[in-house]
């Protein structure tokens, strides 16, 4: 148990479908990150939450839609999702500013996408 | 933009033997970070290097930053099949406080 909490661990969704994938974290840190996953690929930051305000956003697709209601708790909206987006979405939060800036991962959501 | 790359991609060795996996960044870095990603799991924080040059050890496990603070290298020594997963690199850039991970090596190691 990292004290990064992710629901659901497992996500079939089809391409119509609207869905949310939650994150909580119950270290006290005040930036959290959203990252994919996929195969043979290197981990991607999708986006970041840096005291509750969106401070990256590398370039993510807008069927991908963060939110950060506050600094425990980060979600990722998902609609009309394409195939290619299936991957494993991992959730992250830090204490940024700090010396000790390390990224504290979740289980993941495995999302797949039909 | 920042670009961190590991090599090797993919990696197998004996159990016993060693292995060595290699970070390079574009950029100087502040610091780097290890990660390792067990099979099914999630990237977990093995270490952080801050100083050039410097060298630190986990037991088997000898992690080392670059003197111009741009690569990084972690050599595992007498590989053990508990050492089975994916090593991560993650770089965090003088002018920034987001680290960027590295591309990955994935180790095998053969019983």
């Known amino acids: 148990e990292t004290g990064v909490t992710q629901t659901p661990r497992h996500l079939v969704m089809g391409m119509t479908n609207k869905k949310s994938l939650k994150c909580e974290q119950h270290?006290?840190?005040?930036?959290m990150y959203w990252y994919k996953q996929s195969a043979k690929k290197p981990l991607e930051l999708m986006f970041v939450y840096s005291l509750e305000e969106r401070v990256e956003n590398n370039s993510v697709p807008s069927r991908f839609s963060p939110e950060c209601p506050n600094s425990s708790h980060l979600f990722l909206h998902l609609h009309t999702l394409q195939p290619e987006d299936s991957a494993l979405y991992l959730c992250?939060?830090?204490?940024?500013?700090?010396?000790?800036?390390?990224?504290?991962f979740g289980a993941g959501t495995r999302l797949s996408v039909l | 933009g920042q670009q961190v790359m590991q090599i090797p991609q993919y990696q197998h060795v004996q159990e016993g033997e060693d292995f060595t996996t290699y970070c390079n960044s574009s950029?100087?870095?502040?610091?780097i970070q290890w990660y390792k990603q067990r099979p099914g799991g999630h990237p977990v924080f093995l270490i952080q290097l801050v100083k050039s040059g410097e060298v630190k050890k986990q037991k088997r496990l000898t992690f080392q930053f670059g003197e111009a603070k741009k690569n990084s290298s972690l050599h595992i020594t007498a590989t053990q099949t508990t050492d089975v997963g994916t090593y991560f690199c993650?770089?965090?850039?003088?002018?920034?406080?987001?680290?960027?991970f590295g591309t990955g090596t994935s180790l095998t190691v053969i019983p």
């Open positions: 950029t100087t870095l502040s610091n």
């Open positions: 993650a770089g965090l850039q003088n002018t920034g406080n987001q680290f960027y």
């Open positions: 992250a939060s830090s204490q940024v500013w700090t010396s000790e800036n390390i990224q504290y």
């Open positions: 270290l006290g840190h005040n930036a």
